[in-house]
T-cell receptor, first 113, second 111 residues
């Protein structure tokens, strides 16, 4: 069963606007990762945030993690048409050697030029 | 470094047949994971191999199997195909820090 649940399921914005996607999870984690998938292709790793971190930046991406609420958010600033894709969160378990990453069902982002 | 490669990219089979998919991980990566992606179920974990041993297994029937070779290349096999097996099958390799590097996937259609 999926642990990460992304919200919203779909998001449509204009180019230049910011996009925010949320992820909630159920059990304690070692880290949380965000991935992007262009239609019908493989996933691409975007960013990893560890359980002892609260915020992380990478270019136009900003990720926050609130372990007390078991939630994370991904902010894409100044979005571009090329950001159109599905975005997935994946939770890394406390014992990484024993259990796999668990992916959510994703948020489908459409950026309209 | 070359990325993860998967062959074939597209496959059409009929019910009852079997299929073998192949995955070559990034050089130096010893962990290979397989996922099934469908519109209804999302990304479902199939299994993970590490140094030729199955380390984790998802909740799939025994018709789904896999193996890993000494060069870390991996194959997955699906026997007695069902219509519901139509999906994008993704392979991912990692160094063990759980950051997954995905291949482009194999699109399997079962008729």
């Amino acid at each position: 069963s999926q642990q990460g649940e992304e919200d919203p399921q779909a998001l449509s914005i204009q180019e230049g606007e910011n996009a925010t996607m949320n992820c909630s999870y159920k059990t304690s984690i070692n880290n949380l990762q965000w991935y992007r998938q262009n239609s019908g292709r493989g996933l691409v790793h975007l960013i990893l945030i560890r359980s002892n971190e609260r915020e992380k930046h990478s270019g136009r991406l900003r990720v926050t993690l609130d372990t007390s609420k078991k939630s994370s958010s991904l902010l894409i600033t100044a979005s571009r048409a090329a950001d159109t894709a599905s975005y997935f969160c994946a939770t890394g378990p406390l014992l990484p050697g024993n259990t796999p990453l668990v992916f959510g069902k994703g948020t489908r982002l459409s950026v309209i030029a | 470094k070359a990325g993860v490669t998967q062959t074939p990219r597209y496959l059409i089979k009929t019910r009852g047949q079997q299929v073998t998919l192949s995955c070559s991980p990034i050089s130096g990566h010893r962990s290979v994971s397989w996922y099934q992606q469908t519109p209804g179920q999302g990304l479902q974990f199939l299994f993970e191999y590490f140094s030729e041993t199955q380390r984790n297994k998802g909740n799939f029937p025994g018709r789904f199997s896999g193996r890993q070779f000494s060069n870390s290349r991996s194959e997955m096999n699906v026997s007695t195909l069902e219509l519901g097996d139509s999906a994008l099958y993704l392979c991912a390799s990692s160094l063990g820090d759980r950051v997954q590097f995905f291949g482009p996937g194999t699109r399997l259609t079962v008729l």
